[in-house]
């Protein structure tokens, strides 16, 4: 509204400059005084015709400085109830952009890698995942740019997830002294010695005393699992399970029932189970 004011204001001066002095030319032609006098009087009139439409141009146009000056006025003040609604400030609000510019970012990187470093990364992958969750929660997302940036977060975060392989299979050759346990512990394996069983499940072929393991085997040691299944860490029950692949713990039932071969008694299982899943 503001540009086209601008642009009307503008033609209504070239007019009027236009009417006032484009017919001044100055006679080559001879011509008697009273015809000078009358064309003088012309040039004369037009000039203040001009200088009147001049006049109401800077009128007109100090009226819309005003009117722009009001409007931003009031967008200042739309602004500050804004903040006080959210809570925040500008800084704020800048810094929080500023963050979701950094995932954009992160996940344009992470989609780049290849199948197994992206494998790799499950754990950034995740913690991204559950940082987005928290930011969607905060008032700041609503607002238009915060919100245009997580839609747009959202759509990378399912393609890296896409391209990210549910499981993969390291193998790792057992050392002088090494045990399930402390294989389990190593920062490149699991970092937690209670998913030993795990290592113990997946080569049930080869170990069968889950006690006793050699020098020089060479051991199958799964990362992450299936689609529609879960692995179970220390902790977990099936209610907090359910809170987390249903987002309702009421529907620990749903994982009992189809894991009733390998689950005896629903408030006892074990870090390292693999759980199957059923669709919501």
């Given at each position: 509204m503001m540009d086209f004011k601008k642009i009307t204001?503008?033609?209504?001066?070239?007019?009027?400059?236009?009417?006032?002095?484009?017919?001044?030319?100055?006679?080559?032609?001879?011509?008697?005084?009273?015809?000078?006098?009358?064309?003088?009087?012309?040039?004369?009139?037009?000039?203040?015709?001009?200088?009147?439409?001049?006049?109401?141009?800077?009128?007109a146009g100090d009226k819309l400085q005003a009117e722009i000056g009001g409007l931003?006025?009031?967008?200042?003040?739309?602004?500050?109830?804004?903040?006080?609604?959210?809570?925040?400030?500008?800084?704020?609000?800048?810094?929080?952009?500023?963050?979701?510019?950094?995932?954009?970012?992160?996940?344009?990187?992470?989609?780049?890698?290849?199948?197994?470093?992206?494998?790799d990364k499950r754990d950034e992958i995740d913690s991204i995942e559950a940082r987005i969750a928290e930011m969607k929660e905060d008032g700041r997302a609503l607002l238009p740019d915060a919100a245009s940036k997580l839609s747009n977060i959202d759509q990378l975060l399912e393609r890296v997830k896409a391209r990210m392989p549910r499981k993969r299979i390291k193998q790792y050759t057992v050392a002088q002294g090494d045990n399930l346990w402390n294989i389990a512990k190593k920062p490149s394996i699991?970092?937690?010695?209670?998913?030993?069983?795990?290592?113990?499940?997946?080569?049930?072929?080869?170990?069968?005393?889950?006690?006793?393991?050699?020098?020089?085997?060479?051991?199958?040691?799964?990362?992450?699992?299936?689609?529609?299944?879960?692995?179970?860490?220390?902790?977990?029950?099936?209610?907090?399970?359910?809170?987390i692949v249903y987002k309702d713990p009421t529907k620990w039932h749903r994982l009992l029932k189809v894991n009733q071969a390998q689950i005896l008694d629903a408030n006892l299982i074990f870090p390292a189970q693999v759980l199957d899943v059923p669709a919501n």
């Open positions: 204001a503008t033609l209504i001066c070239t007019l009027a400059l236009a009417v006032g002095f484009g017919g001044v030319s100055v006679s080559a032609q001879e011509m008697t005084y009273e015809e000078y006098k009358i064309k003088l009087a012309e040039y004369e009139n037009r000039t203040a015709e001009a200088r009147r439409a001049m006049q109401v141009c800077k009128e931003d006025g009031d967008i200042a003040g739309v602004n500050n109830e804004i903040y006080q609604l959210l809570g925040t400030d500008q800084s704020k609000i800048d810094a929080f952009l500023a963050e979701l510019d950094r995932i954009e970012a992160r996940l344009m990187g992470l989609l780049n890698l290849s199948e197994e470093a992206l494998f699991y970092s937690d010695p209670y998913l030993w069983p795990r290592i113990y499940v997946e080569n049930r072929s080869k170990i069968k005393n889950p006690d006793l393991i050699f020098p020089d085997w060479t051991l199958n040691v799964p990362f992450g699992v299936d689609l529609n299944q879960h692995l179970v860490t220390r902790g977990q029950s099936l209610s907090t399970i359910a809170g």
